[in-house]
């Protein structure tokens, strides 16, 4: 699945929707409260991204009765599946000319080919990355931000936000710094679950 247009505006970040071919904008500055000095404004872009994925909570260190006590249902062997939401924060320097702080379609390039390409109809629990995680939001957003962060041709990554349900959304941010970890475990399409359907 692809990254979604308009739609229905998150209820956080300065959006900034271009349409299929950027054909119009709107944007927010935010930063320094008192708005005097422009060196110091940040301006964020969001944009946001859909896949459906299966997963199951659980974790092999816990005993299967602490499992079902934390989990719940959603340690349902079977599994159960999400539309998962991904909300891709960027914020840089606008460009003198063209306003834009990233190349927003090199960023729908990278964000479908590293997170929507790997993640949609597949199960979370057989993708490498989860191998020693339990598949929470929590650790889904941080996942996508680690394999994100040194990839965003232009600008920087601020934030990754996940809305899983009607009712959960996950954000999570840390300093991209030099020394940022690329994933431990490299995952390609022929990877292991790389063809599991998701459950509906
Ligand atoms: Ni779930």
């Known amino acids: 699945m692809s990254a979604v247009g308009t739609g229905e505006s998150p209820p956080l970040s300065p959006l900034v929707d271009r349409g299929a071919r950027g054909m119009h904008s709107r944007s927010e500055l935010s930063g320094d409260p008192g708005g005097a000095s422009p060196a110091k404004e940040k ?3 969001t944009r946001q991204y859909q896949f459906c994925a299966a997963h199951r909570l659980h ?3 816990l005993p299967d009765d602490v499992n079902r006590a934390v989990f719940g249902k959603c340690n349902n062997p079977n599994g159960h599946g999400h539309t998962y939401t991904v909300l891709v924060t960027l914020t ?4 003198p000319h063209t306003g834009d702080v990233t190349d927003i379609e090199a960023v729908d390039r ?3 080919q590293k997170i929507v390409e790997r993640f949609d ?3 979370l629990n057989h993708d490498p990355a989860f191998l020693h995680l339990v598949t929470t939001g929590e650790n889904l957003a941080r996942v996508i931000w680690d394999e994100l962060v040194n990839e965003v041709p232009v600008g920087r990554l601020e934030k990754i936000g996940l809305i899983e349900t009607r009712d959960n959304y996950f954000e999570y941010r840390a ?3 030099p020394g940022q970890k690329p994933p431990s475990v490299p ?5 292991p679950g790389a063809c599991i359907p998701a459950v509906s």
Do not use: K
């Open 43 to 45: 301006i964020c872009v």
């Open 59 to 61: 974790t092999d260190a």
């Open 92 to 95: 840089g320097e606008p460009d």
């Open 110 to 112: 990278l964000v479908n």
């Open 121 to 123: 109809h597949r199960h």
């Open 175 to 177: 300093d991209p710094s």
């Open 187 to 191: 995952w390609s399409p022929g990877a």
